[in-house]
């Protein structure tokens, strides 16, 4: 398995203190986000507490080029969410026995 960490951030139409459920186009990007993780590519994910612009993803895929390739199907894309980085993650420590 490789898994990999993908920082997002705001994107242009991100409304500063609007709550995540009431920013346009929710539902479209809810419901895409739940399909990656039924397809097993997102294994955790959602906003930074003390930074309401970012979230983190960490993600099971081939490799950065497939991870933007599948991220950018999101409804959200470039609208209100901005990939600012996706890195390989090697993964040493497992308390949840994810990888057993």
């Not at 901005?82 to 090697?90: E, F, I």
Request: hydrophobic residues 45%; negative net charge; glycine residues 10%.
């Amino acid at each position: 398995m490789t898994f990999l960490v993908v920082l997002r951030r705001s994107g242009p139409e991100w409304k500063a203190g609007v709550p995540l459920e009431q920013q346009t186009g929710w539902d479209g990007h809810a419901a895409f986000m739940d399909k990656l993780v039924a397809d097993g590519i997102v294994m955790l994910g959602g906003p930074l507490t003390n930074d309401e612009s970012r979230a983190l993803l960490v993600v099971q895929g081939a490799d950065e080029a497939a991870v933007r390739r599948v991220l950018a199907d999101d409804p959200w894309h470039e609208s209100h969410l901005v990939v600012d980085s996706v890195d390989a993650w090697t993964i040493r420590l497992d308390g949840l026995g994810a990888l057993s």
